[in-house]
């Protein structure tokens, strides 16, 4: 079992970053897959980005080459730093991780992303 708290949201001007981070209750190498995942307005929860514990990186397509995913195990802590900020990535950011897919995944409390001048 893991608890996972998310910070770095807040409000941000369109073309600025973030860095959002998720800090994890227990460590972090046991978790095979961490992930972002974003819930607009009325809209469904959808993948960000992600990251196994080996490293493998996997990027939605609305954010890649304008995101970055990581993960300190020392820290127990996973990262996600977005450059570029546009209209559509305001949404309550989560953090989810998974022991593994036969396991139900576990989610933070979410962290508000607000863009604009």
């Known amino acids: 079992q893991v608890q996972l708290v998310e910070s770095g949201g807040g409000l941000v001007q369109p073309g600025g970053s973030l860095r959002l981070a998720c800090a994890a209750s227990?460590?972090?190498?046991?978790?095979?897959?961490m992930g972002w995942y974003r819930q607009p307005p009325g809209a469904q929860r959808e993948l960000v980005a992600s990251i196994t514990n080996g490293g493998t990186t996997n990027y939605a397509d609305s954010v890649k080459g304008r995101s970055t995913i990581s993960r300190d195990n020392a820290k127990n802590t996973m990262y996600l730093e977005m450059n570029s900020l546009k209209p559509e990535d305001p949404a309550v950011y989560y953090c989810?991780?998974?022991?593994?897919?036969?396991?139900?995944?576990?989610w933070g409390q979410g962290t508000q992303v607000t863009v604009s001048s």
């Open positions: 989810n991780a998974r022991f593994s897919f036969s396991r139900p995944p576990y």
């Open positions: 227990s460590r972090i190498s046991n978790i095979y897959v």
